[in-house]
């Protein structure tokens, strides 16, 4: 009796755990780890089209095609809910075949030659074939590479709901490095990030190495991203030791199978620090053989490494100025040691020196533009999407279109750190977009930036861009659920900056969350909406640099005690009686003179200078008349605007319960909360303070700040959130 008793309540623990793992497990499967590549089964209907038109995979066994092949078995399996055959060779109606003219016979016979050379290695063709009886879809490359984009191209099709009949599409990128940029540190710590701790477990490489890389990896590889900057610009010499190097080896032995190579920050000063050198100067001797030898130990391991990306003398970073040599010095030296195994060298144009009464929006273009014409071919020069540090909207850098004998890489930031960090909506594709179409004017009219960065404003040949990574070890990968897009957005504008923002939205969201109509409505206004809310409710009207010292999340306009004036709010909102903003014109610092006519021009003139950038380029009276009301009003109106825009975002969010995965919407809804929250202080302490100087009343319709300024002044908005809300982590659970 006893026993069976004891057996009975075993039974039971035995059935509760099993139910709790079924739990864990069916909770599990969305919280977000999936990204866009969930491949849950398609709606019966839609799966059987797809069905008659795929009924089995050709496409050949071997550890080079294996990325492709197990990411075609997987999705194929998992849309279409049925185990498709696969075979080698074998050519029938209905056949999917994948792969190169090299490894597959079939490809091999269709005399596409021509075709997939001027695609390239990472182009991709994807047709329908008829012949006789036998209908069959092709997914053609060059390269390995280049056939899994195009398999990436076609599960998408199946995801968002595409057809696949009569294809023929042709693809290649326009821009040839597509990096992201981690500023992960060694000690696992993620500068600017925010969802959680460095992917890059070094303690445990290169003996053990995390399953995960493989999905970072695949979900790079989706989106076309080929090209990972393992650490930190703000560098650590010990990346560069054997040590280390056989650690990001194994990290590149992952992702190798993806098309993505690997990259590091090198510090600067490393001869001296590693190589036990007095000096790193680049003119002395010593100091260019240790790179050499650097460079060559590096080649030995990792036969495909990218190369080194390199800020100096910027923000406390050594560099080739200590040494009285200038940044061509520097770069070109580095870019000596890489020549000979066709690495390349990127140079940070992110340099900025404090002097007496400088505008530092200027600074970049002084520092680096009489340089033009002097790196040598294997050096980019990156350059910020403007011209100040990623804030919510800036103007296009003025880098951009004046170096026609340099090839500039654009660098975009994905992690929030001017954006609300993990905790807000953004979307930043439309900002990207508006930075991409912005037209410099270089060449006259069509000079766009995106021009510059795709090389065809200048006819140059290596062209790349980078985007400084929002992932860690969240589960959900980036923190926010929503912040997914931005990745993904990012891949998808380094393939190809024409595509729409809408469009980008659109197939993210199918992927991702749902393809039910009216929800895909409601999601995609609310990406397509975030941005200018976001610069609504932090820095309307061209203000920047309005956040807290340090951490940059929460407003403090006030903020003027740091010893370096650039890196105080005051300095860039230069409020007073008579008015704010930070005049760049001719009466004030005239570095709008570094833009082309006509854009100066249009930008100079109080009269013809976009809403959006006004407190950018000039400093403007409190009573000053916009198209709809005085500069305070207007201003008043625009951070009340973004608030309403969380309030009513929230409310359209609710009514997607039961369209959305519990799980996700809970966390998400949670994430809104915060946003409205933060939405409200934003507005309340920055009005509050600019009240201080404008003397006037708040306009009807904007409501009355919840605190005093002296509590905004003294609560940081991120401890509190820390005390109040919950924390970061909070999400998922
Ligand atoms: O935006 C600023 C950040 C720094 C960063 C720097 C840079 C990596 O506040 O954290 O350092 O830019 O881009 O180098």
Known sequence: MKNKKFYSLNGLIAFCVMLGGFFVLSTRAEDGYRLWLRYDRLSESSAKVYRAQIKFLVIKKSSETFAVRSELETALNGLLSEQLPVSETLVKNGALIVGTPKNSPFIGSLKLDKELAELGSEGFIIRSFKFKNLSAIVIASNGETGALYGAFHFLRRLQTGESIKNLKIAEKPKIKLRVLNHWDNPDGSIERGYAGKSLWNWAELPEKVDSRLRDYARADASVGINGVVLNNVNASAEMLTPEYLRKTAAIADVFRAYGIKVYLSARFSAPIELGGLKTADPFDEQVRVWWKRKADEIY?????????????????????????????DGANMLADALAAHNGVVIWRAFVYDMKPGYDRAGAAFE?????????????????????????????????????????????????????????????????????????????GKNSTVARVADGTLFGQNLTGIAGVANTGTDRNWTGHDFSQANWYAFGRLAWNHEISSAQIADEWIKMTFTREPKAVVIIKKMLLESHEAAVDYMVPLGLHHQMWGGHHYGPAPWWNTYERDDWNPTYYNKADANGIGFDRTATGSNTVGQYFSPVRDEYSNLKTVPEKYLLWFHHVPWDYRLKSGTLWD?????????????????????????????????????????????????????????????????????????????????????????RGIGSFDENHQ
């Open 300 to 328: 030995k391991i990792i036969p495909d490494f990218g190369g080194f990306l390199v800020k100096a003398n910027s923000e406390g970073q050594p560099g080739p100025r200590t040494y009285n040599r200038t940044h061509v």
């Open 367 to 443: 520092n680096l533009q009489p340089f033009d014409g002097k790196f040598a071919a294997n050096v980019l020069l990156q350059v910020k999407n403007g011209p100040i540090d990623f804030q919510p909207r800036e103007p296009f850098h003025p880098l951009f279109g004046a170096m026609p004998k340099t090839q500039l890489m654009p660098e975009l930031q994905i992690t929030q750190e001017y954006l609300g960090f993990s905790n807000h909506l953004v979307f930043l594709a439309p900002m990207w977009r508006e930075v991409f179409e912005a037209d410099t004017h270089a060449r």
């Open 634 to 722: 207007e201003m008043a109106l625009h951070y009340q605007r973004g608030v309403e825009w969380v309030r009513q975002t929230r409310k359209n969010w609710e009514n997607l319960k039961g369209v959305i995965d519990a799980e996700r919407h809970r966390a998400i809804a949670k994430k809104l909360a915060i946003q409205e929250r933060d939405a409200v202080w934003w507005k309340d302490a920055s009005l509050s303070y600019f009240q201080t100087f404008s003397r006037r009343p708040l306009p009807p319709g904007v409501e009355k700040p919840q605190r005093t300024l002296d509590e905004y002044k003294k609560i940081d908005l991120l401890d509190d959130f820390a």
